[in-house]
């Protein structure tokens, strides 16, 4: 059985049945384009830490020898952008790449971060809506050349996060 998740509480999956659980739940909530990246964590070729809501990353993590993802979710209907998170000028002088993604989750995507973390080794993946891109941006760009950036944004005419379902259509 998968552990109650309270705000702020620090979670460890480890069991291979509580993160399948996991994986399945990711998936019956849309959220299946990470799975890429939690089976490499499942797999132990990562680590794999998430945060949301400008919550600091407890510094145990950041001292992992491991290759290390960390995720802030600054991607839900009331994320700020980089002023709600005091740690971020602290994160990204841990990463030795930003990946600011500001378009729709692929399982592609995922994958990439995943076979550049075993590369790269401490890689802050930065989830956020499209309006705070340009924010997010000029703070990865202040730890450059040293800070290696990414950035995935929509196609022109397209925008993330999409409202609603598109014209056509049907939700069940």
Known sequence: ???QIQAGDTIEIRRRADIAEAIARMIQAGEGFRVPLVRAAAEGALSLVATQGGKPIPARYLKLTR????VLADDHPDAAGPGRWPQARKLLRWANVTILHATGGSAEHYAMIAASTVVMRKVLLIEMQQCHHA????????????LK??????????CHPHCGAPAGEAVH
Do not use: F, K, N, Y
């Open 1 to 3: 059985m998968m552990p």
């Open 67 to 70: 290759p290390t993802v960390v």
């Open 135 to 146: 924010a997010w941006c000029a703070l990865a760009e202040q730890h450059r050349p040293r």
């Open 149 to 158: 950036i990414l950035s995935l944004v929509p196609p022109p005419g397209d």
